[in-house]
């Protein structure tokens, strides 16, 4: 891969990326995405608009001492004082830029800066001129560049040339652009301007239509060779082109886009939450590269396809952006298939079909009901369903009527010993209602010697994992239920367990369990 085929990556994130509303960023902030930025490999770092705030100023300045490998960039106007600040904050670093720009569109030219084209021509050969006597790095940007006239734009470039900018920057200041347009755009300079060898074309789009990246990629397979980014795209209104996006565009497209560039993938995703953390600004579940669900699956027939071979869904790997592994996300989209192999992930082996058959039906159905399901919410359904196989009694349906100003009640329906049995009581409280109705249809003499509530997981559709514990003639047993209703995983934790004191009862000697064996007896019709 040749020199020429070397794309720049010049970092906004703490200048334009900051002018987003409510992005603001603290110094102690700034100099941590520095120092993640610099490890990313980023060439350019745009750290600050030095003019616009001594919170500015200070950040440009510390940030233009800590870099190791970056190069500080300062924004200017078209001032000298602007410029002068730029080179004061921009001084402690051994190498630094200054980018300065002015407006040339007619639009901008004639509303913004009151000034006809001639006199923004003046001020391009005073201040680029101006600003090189401080660096041999200066770049300069045409505000509004994808709505000047594209014969005012080749002349204004040759000027700054001839003045000392080294890169010229060719910004979408207002997201107006399409790919074919941008990219004719640089295609006319490299083929009308006559020194446009002498200077690298960069790219410097925003996001308004929803084209940033793609507007930056025709810029760059047109012949740009450096590219304005933000990580995660944030910048005024709808943002900027995201880094990224850009860089693993190229990274996975070579065929297509045969371009390097120094970034160190691994670092992207890291470099996203710290930006995230310091401005505020979640970054969406369905973001590209960086989002929660960038490598997330949860329909089943992707889930199934990425357990045989991960390319079948996935154009990169999570790991080349920093994401420890694929997710496949559980959730009511998901197959068989998924659902087995999360049981082997969570250590289950040996299960039977009929076991994962019943597991993967809870599952649906706790799918329909929750957004979210976590490994403990599985592990709680296959807990439930290896416990129940052998039960005699299993509730059918429950009731409750719970509230101020009236009696609890509770009404069931069991199945007891293949028979359907139904009751209605009202207690002191929901579940006192539902354990009368089991003693009701079901009489026995036990102890309750524990009733625990706790949430698998968080969220008010949580699921509840109730303990019941039940003493008889000195033997006691636990039963465990877990629902995303509370009542009735009450109902079937009571039930588990009195199922097993029912298993125990029939491993005992006749001569110890008489008396505690008529309730059962009178039930089977013994």
């Known amino acids: 891969m040749s020199d020429k085929n070397r794309v720049i990556i010049f970092d906004t994130t703490m200048r334009d990326g900051e002018q ?150 060719i910004p979408d200041t207002v997201g107006y652009s399409v790919p074919s347009e941008f990219k004719k755009i640089i295609e006319t300079l490299i083929n009308k301007v006559p020194n446009i060898d002498k200077a690298i074309i960069s790219t410097h789009c925003h996001n308004d239509l929803g084209l940033a990246v793609a507007n930056s990629l025709a810029g760059v397979s047109a012949g740009a060779r450096q590219v304005e980014c933000t990580i995660n795209g944030i910048g005024e209104r709808a943002g900027n082109a995201a880094l990224e996006e850009i860089v693993m565009a190229m990274k996975t497209r070579p065929d297509l886009m045969p371009f390097t560039t120094g970034i160190n993938t691994k670092l992207l995703s890291k470099a996203s939450k710290v930006v995230s953390n310091a401005t505020g600004f979640p970054v969406q579940f369905n973001k590209a590269i960086v989002g929660k669900n960038a490598f997330a699956h949860e329909s089943g027939i992707h889930q199934d396809g990425m357990l045989k071979n991960r390319n079948t869904y996935e154009i990169m790997t999570p790991e080349s952006v920093g994401v420890k592994k694929t997710s496949l996300v559980m959730g009511k989209h998901s197959g068989r298939h998924a659902f087995k192999d999360k049981l082997g992930d969570l250590g289950y082996s040996g299960l039977t079909d009929d076991v994962i058959q019943t597991a993967f039906g809870k599952f649906k159905v706790l799918a329909d009901k929750k957004k979210h399901i976590y490994d403990e919410d599985i592990v709680a359904l296959v807990d439930d369903s290896l416990i129940k196989e052998d039960n005699v009694i299993k509730l059918k349906s429950l009731k409750v009527f719970a509230g101020t100003g009236e009696p609890q009640k509770a009404d069931m329906t069991m199945e007891i010993y293949g028979e359907i049995k139904k009751a209605t009581e009202t207690g002191d409280g929901p579940v006192d209602a539902i354990f009368k109705c089991i003693k009701k249809l079901y009489p026995h003499n036990v102890n309750l010697q524990l009733y625990q509530v706790h949430a698998v997981t968080e969220g008010t559709d949580a699921q509840a994992t109730v303990s019941v514990r039940i003493e008889e003639n000195g033997k006691t047993t636990v039963g465990q239920a877990a629902d995303t209703d509370t009542l009735v995983a009450s109902a079937n934790a009571y039930l588990n367990a009195l199922n097993k004191m029912i298993i125990k009862r029939k491993k005992t000697a006749p001569s110890d369990v008489k008396s505690s064996n008529k309730e059962e007896q009178k039930m089977r019709g013994i």
């Open 20 to 169: 987003s509303p409510g992005a603001s960023m603290s110094l102690e902030e700034k100099i941590q995405i520095a120092r993640i930025f610099d490890e990313l490999g980023i060439d350019i770092i745009e750290a600050g608009f030095p003019i616009a705030s001594p919170g500015d100023f200070e950040a440009v300045t510390a940030i233009s001492k800590i870099l190791k490998n970056s190069i500080p960039c300062g924004l200017s106007r078209h001032t000298k004082k602007d410029i002068d600040a730029c080179k004061e904050s921009l001084s402690h670093a051994k190498r630094f830029r200054i980018h300065t720009f002015i407006s040339t569109s007619p639009l901008h030219m004639k509303h913004k800066l009151n000034k006809s084209s001639e006199e923004v021509y003046e001020s391009i050969k005073e201040h680029v001129t101006y600003a090189r006597k401080f660096t041999d790095d200066v770049e300069w940007s045409c505000e509004d560049g994808t709505r000047t006239n594209i014969d005012f734009m080749c002349k204004t470039v040759e000027l700054a040339i001839n003045c000392g900018a080294k890169t010229i920057n």
